[in-house]
């Protein structure tokens, strides 16, 4: 069975960073792409970042290029979505997802998350 734990959220002031986890039993992210998806309240879960390192392929919305880093540790079990310079804009619940490879689509993922709370105060 596979499940997705995120963690790391919390409330940050502007122009600091977090670095969110999102923990994988079943699966590796060796095998899976992992995409990072947010939503804030009344609004749509929006695409944030996506790897593949069995691709080599990383995608960024426009929105976070240049501020975000996605990365795993060696077991493959974690990846981890490093958040710098982060703008009142960014508060929202952040899930992370796993899936054949990566993509901007939320249809493309198999396995998500149950999201972390991000706060930016300004």
């Known amino acids: 069975q596979v499940q997705l734990v995120e963690s790391g959220g919390g409330l940050v002031q502007a122009g600091g960073s977090l670095r969110l986890s999102c923990a994988a039993s079943g699966l590796t992210f060796g095998t899976y792409a992992v995409g990072w998806f947010r939503q804030a309240p009344g609004k749509d879960r929006d695409f944030v970042s996506a790897r593949s390192w069995r691709t080599g392929m990383t995608l960024n919305a426009d929105s976070v290029k240049g501020r975000v880093t996605i990365s795993k540790d060696n077991a493959e079990k974690t990846a981890y979505l490093q958040m710098d310079s982060l703008k009142p804009e960014d508060t929202a619940v952040y899930y992370c997802?796993?899936?054949?490879?990566?993509?901007?689509?939320?249809?493309?993922?198999?396995?998500w998350g149950q999201g972390t709370q991000v706060t930016v105060a300004s």
């Open positions: 997802a796993a899936g054949p490879r990566s993509s901007s689509s939320n249809y493309e993922y198999n396995y």
